[in-house]
């Protein structure tokens, strides 16, 4: 009887511990958005080795949840810069983040996303910081990014991103915009 007690003691404070340790548990539609964008995610090797089927996404790397179990900040540094230019016609890549209704932080840095910014992003009403440095990013930047509010920071720099920034990014309220090293033409948006 106390031996049983003890180790249902035991099982108690462990599921304690572990829901202290890795607090939220993942929602589902926020743990598929991440599964769908890595699988378009050319060279995901050692980043998303965390990033296993059936585990709480709030724990994987680079992923961090807010107090409803809803992404919050999704941050991968690949080790290497992407080395070619992606070929062929440029295509939407991670149209499926656009579903992380939290996301108030989207940086990557020199992962190979090599694809086109959706239009779907422009739905995160969160977002409040972009940051795409180094990410063989091509296209032209989507207007939708301009309904993102409560963005403050849009760093794209050193991609391949091509046509004329949307004028309407200088509506938003940023504190921080870096369109360099691509291959914009025209002007860039000027911010106060
Ligand atoms: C966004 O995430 C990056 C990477 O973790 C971090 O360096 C940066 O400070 C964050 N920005 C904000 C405003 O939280």
Same mark, same amino acid.
Request: a negative charge.
């Given at each position: 009887?106390?031996? @049983?007690?003890?180790?249902?003691?035991?099982?108690?404070?462990? /599921? /304690? #511990?572990?829901?202290?340790?890795?607090? =939220?548990?993942?929602? *589902? &539609?926020?743990?598929?958005? %991440?599964?769908?964008? =890595?699988?378009?995610?050319?060279? @995901? @090797?050692?980043?998303?080795?965390?990033? =296993?089927?059936?585990?709480?996404?709030? /724990?994987?790397?680079?992923?961090?949840?807010?107090?409803?179990?809803?992404?919050?900040? !999704?941050?991968? &540094?690949?080790?290497? &810069? *992407?080395?070619?230019?992606?070929?062929?016609?440029?295509?939407? &890549?991670? /149209?499926? #983040?656009?579903? %992380?209704?939290?996301?108030?932080?989207?940086?990557?840095?020199?992962?190979?996303?090599?694809?086109?910014? +959706?239009?779907?992003?422009?739905?995160?009403?969160? #977002?409040?910081? #972009?940051? %795409?440095?180094?990410?063989?990013?091509?296209?032209?930047? +989507?207007?939708?990014?301009?309904?993102?509010?409560?963005?403050?920071?849009?760093? !794209?720099?050193?991609?391949?991103?091509?046509?004329?920034? *949307?004028?309407?990014?200088?509506?938003?309220?940023?504190?921080?915009?870096?369109?360099?090293?691509? =291959?914009?033409?025209?002007?860039?948006?000027?911010? *106060?």
């Amino acid at each position: 009887m106390a031996a @049983g007690l003890g180790a249902w003691a035991v099982v108690v404070l462990a /599921t /304690t #511990l572990a829901t202290v340790a890795y607090g =939220q548990n993942c929602k *589902p &539609v926020d743990s598929q958005a %991440l599964k769908y964008f =890595q699988l378009e995610i050319v060279f @995901g @090797g050692e980043e998303f080795k965390t990033w =296993q089927d059936g585990t709480n996404c709030c /724990t994987w790397d680079g992923v961090t949840c807010n107090g409803n179990g809803n992404v919050e900040s !999704l941050n991968i &540094v690949a080790k290497d &810069v *992407p080395a070619a230019r992606p070929q062929g016609d440029p295509y939407l &890549v991670g /149209t499926a #983040l656009g579903d %992380l209704v939290g996301l108030k932080n989207l940086t990557m840095l020199n992962v190979a996303y090599n694809g086109q910014i +959706p239009p779907a992003w422009g739905g995160l009403a969160n #977002l409040e910081v #972009l940051n %795409l440095d180094g990410c063989n990013v091509v296209g032209s930047i +989507p207007e939708e990014l301009c309904r993102l509010g409560n963005l403050h920071t849009l760093i !794209l720099k050193g991609n391949f991103i091509s046509g004329s920034a *949307p004028e309407c990014l200088s509506s938003l309220s940023l504190s921080s915009l870096d369109l360099s090293g691509n =291959q914009l033409s025209g002007s860039v948006p000027s911010i *106060p």
